[in-house]
């Protein structure tokens, strides 16, 4: 069984969209993941 992937050209827009759209959201996971285990933070006031 062969799986062929083809990747379609697209302008240098929508590829910057597409790297800054995957930056935010391994971003988001990384702070999901990094307040879910240690104590609640102190606010500064």
């Not at 990384?30 to 104590?39: A, D, E, F, I």
């Amino acid at each position: 069984m062969n799986m062929d992937i083809y990747f379609r050209q697209t302008s240098l827009f929508s590829t910057l969209v597409m790297l800054v759209l995957l930056a935010g959201g391994v971003g988001l996971i990384v702070r999901s993941l990094r307040s879910r285990g240690g104590p609640p933070a102190k606010e500064k006031a």
